[in-house]
């Protein structure tokens, strides 16, 4: 036995096999190829977050019985994987003597008319279930199946059960430039950067400016923005565009009032509103120290109820009865949502809030629809033009010429007391959040406040919650970022009341879940990069890579025992980076901007000289690269300070020479910004998600200008020749 595994004594406890037959890590490794085992406390915590009862031994052994009985009961999974183009086997539970039979439900509603033949099973000994022993049989799904979302039904003696066949592309196959060479673009943080247009945060119609600049000036492709799920309806507004509220809906705050149809037909006295509600505002975009959505949103809020309140044509009318009724119940959820946090307040904990006390089938929440019907469809409006605005600037990418256009960011989970949790609260584990282990960015470990999907429920309704966050997103970008992408093999679970520390992995079907990336990224000619960075099991990047999803390089990151790799050594199959939104830009990074942050907040579990002294190392590493490598004159090493632009500009041209099939810039970078948009492991302790886009002075810089920066333009050069 290896001093990295689990013995035996422990492997034969039936705490450890009913954790291990749900799904959940004993043991882990860390970053740092530390080995650790999982405390008893922790596992039974998990398992009840699962609904399993598990707090001694008779209530372990019952439910190892249970699950199994369950297992072996059914016919059939409720959801099977099929690999377009390969011939697969599905496995039946048939009695010793019984043979199965199938059809296969098309997902376009046409019945199959391929042959499922029967084949032998795994070979394992027959399951006794009390009255009768169940063998196992394969259905073999055939090759040409097509790709898509089907029923598979299934017959054994006299019963038929339904399974969820997902059939999946093999890979997302590369857009045709990145096959024998690579594409760039910007990373940007949609909020910090405003326009003249702007009502003091950065919007949709921003967007769609910044997306046609880049092309236009810069010759990028794409720009990676932070995520844009939906958010609370009234102010205070949740910073962290890592928290949603929703992830299936998208941000209404970005919304661009002057850019809705309707704002043109106002009659005078109305639009004279909107742009007075305007001018209030339009001093926030000349604060270079701190984002304030909250005064933004007030302001914006009213001038957006003015339009709605004015009427739509009936075409227009038609085209968002239209929206209605395609969005379905996860409209209705965010809207009723938004409606019971406009007149009662935002949810909290307290069992006796409206959200702990009533749920989607309360008498009282339909009085208050039928008491604020106008307020109701108001927030399903908002949602609607929301949508149009965004679908917009990604149309506005694709006419300019971008291959990509919009990069949106799916982020790894949604707000606890939000629409998703509180109107479909089975889909969710209950009591517990994810987050990370300590790893030596992260040293306390951290605790994202978000419950996870439960695996158990996905497997149960065919993904379809994943499904159709996946599917909307790619409806309005070019390409989707996966945040954590690690949470769709494993997420670290963090029962309620425990630190990040005690923790355990809850695994999920990879296979699966990579294989909708697959079915919707080639839907829409797209392209998946996982944010795979990181404690990371090897295996990871792999899979990832066989399935033709991007993971991700960051220059600072690609380190072993204090020596930075060449980026020439870099993946293939990755979007390389300078740094990331947890980092500060370059020029901050250069001047420790974040050794001075979590010294300040008292981040750091050890002596600061010792976190100091390893930034410097780490620095000194980086330049001793750079140098080496002919990225930068050793001379210019010498005075950091004053060649500190120069510095910038040889971790791009670094950068440059990976094999990476996508490159992303940051805008940050390019003006001179040196403050970090996040701290991780901070709340208000630090203005997350709150600093507006500024240069190395501490200047706004605007919209119309970011393109035609010395740096913008330098990196282009960069990136283009």
């Known amino acids: 036995m290896s001093e990295n595994t689990e013995n035996e004594e422990r492997l034969a406890r039936p705490l450890i096999r009913l954790a291990k037959l749900v799904g959940i890590g004993t043991s882990y490794m860390g970053m740092s190829h530390d080995y650790h085992e999982i405390d008893d406390e922790v596992l039974i915590e998990v398992l009840a977050a699962l609904g399993i009862e598990a707090r001694d031994e008779d209530s372990q052994d019952a439910a190892i019985r249970r699950i199994l009985k369950e297992r072996y009961s059914r016919l059939v999974a409720p959801t099977v994987l099929h690999t377009a183009g390969v011939e697969d086997h599905v496995l039946v539970n048939t009695g010793i003597l019984e043979a199965p039979s199938a059809t296969i439900t098309l997902e376009n509603g046409e019945m199959y008319e391929g042959v499922i033949e029967v084949g032998p099973g795994d070979g394992s000994q027959a399951f006794d279930l009390g009255d009768r022993f169940v063998s196992t049989a394969a259905l073999i799904i055939p090759a040409d199946l097509p790709v898509g979302y089907h029923k598979l039904h299934v017959t054994v003696g006299g019963r038929t059960q339904d399974a969820t066949l997902i059939s999946a592309p093999s890979k997302v196959d590369l857009l045709d430039p990145m096959k024998n060479g690579s594409l760039w673009g910007w990373m940007a943080q949609l909020y910090s950067i405003r326009s003249s247009g702007s009502w003091g945060v950065g919007d949709y119609e921003d967007l769609k400016t910044m997306l046609v600049d880049a092309k236009r000036k810069t010759g990028a492709d794409f720009i990676l923005i932070n995520p844009v799920h939906a958010a609370e309806p009234v102010s205070p507004l949740t910073p962290s565009p890592y928290l949603p509220v929703s992830r299936r809906l998208v941000n209404f705050t970005y919304i661009r009032p002057e850019s809705v149809a309707e704002y043109a037909e106002l009659p005078e006295d109305a639009k004279n509103q909107v742009d007075a509600l305007h001018s209030d505002v339009d001093p926030l975009n000349g604060d270079s120290q701190l984002i304030d959505r909250d005064a933004m949103w007030r302001s914006k809020m009213h001038a957006l109820w003015i339009i709605f309140k004015a009427g739509r044509s009936a075409q227009r009318q038609a085209e968002f009865d239209q929206f209605k009724?395609?969005?379905?119940?996860?409209?209705?959820?965010?809207?009723?949502?938004?409606?019971?946090?406009?007149?009662?307040?935002?949810?909290?904990?307290?069992?006796?809030?409206?959200?702990?006390?009533?749920?989607?089938?309360?008498?009282?929440?339909?009085?208050?629809?039928?008491?604020?019907?106008?307020?109701?469809?108001?927030?399903?409006?908002?949602?609607?033009i929301a949508v149009e605005q965004l679908a917009a600037a990604q149309q506005a990418a694709k006419d300019a010429g971008m291959r990509i256009g919009i990069m949106s960011d799916m982020a790894v989970g949604v707000h606890p007391y939000g629409a998703d949790v509180w109107w479909n609260p089975e889909r969710f584990a209950k009591g517990a959040t994810v987050g990370a282990p300590p790893d030596m960015f992260n040293q306390q470990g951290q605790n994202w406040s978000q419950p996870p999907l439960s695996p158990l429920d996905l497997e149960a309704t065919g993904y379809q919650t994943y499904r159709n966050m996946v599917h909307d997103m790619f409806a309005r970008a070019g390409a989707v970022r996966i945040d954590h992408i690690l949470g769709l093999f494993r997420l670290w679970w963090i029962s309620e009341g425990h630190s990040a520390v005690d923790g355990a992995y809850v695994y999920y079907d990879s296979d699966i879940m990579l294989g909708i990336l697959a079915i919707e990224a080639s839907r829409a000619g797209g392209v998946v990069v996982g944010e795979d960075l990181g404690v990371v099991p090897e295996h990871v990047a792999d899979s990832l890579a066989s399935h033709g999803i991007l993971g991700c390089a960051v220059e600072w990151f690609e380190q072993r025992d204090g020596v930075f790799r060449k980026p020439s050594e870099y993946r293939p199959y990755a979007l390389a980076s300078v740094n990331t939104h947890d980092l500060p830009p370059a020029a901050g990074y250069l001047e420790y901007e974040h050794v001075k942050i979590r010294e300040r907040l008292g981040l750091l579990t050890g002596p600061a000289e010792e976190f100091e002294a390893s930034a410097k190392a780490e620095q000194d590493a980086m330049i001793s690269m750079l140098v080496d490598q002919g990225y930068l004159d050793a001379a210019s090493a010498e005075d950091r300070v004053a060649h500190e632009s120069e510095i910038v500009d040889a971790l791009y041209r670094a950068l440059k020479d990976a094999p990476c099939k996508l490159f992303a810039a940051s805008i940050t970078d390019a003006v001179g910004e040196k403050r970090a948009q996040n701290q991780p492991g901070t709340n208000n302790e630090y203005p997350n998600w709150r600093i507006p886009l500024a240069d190395a002075k501490g200047n706004v810089v605007p919209l119309e200008s970011v393109f035609d920066t010395p740096g913008a333009q330098r990196f282009a050069q960069i990136f283009n020749n």
């Open 325 to 384: 009724a395609n969005s379905g119940s996860d409209l209705e959820a965010y809207a009723t949502w938004c409606l019971c946090y406009d007149k009662w307040g935002a949810p909290t904990a307290d069992k006796n809030g409206w959200e702990q006390a009533l749920n989607r089938d309360s008498t009282q929440i339909a009085n208050l629809k039928d008491q604020f019907p106008d307020t109701l469809d108001f927030y399903r409006w908002l949602e609607w």
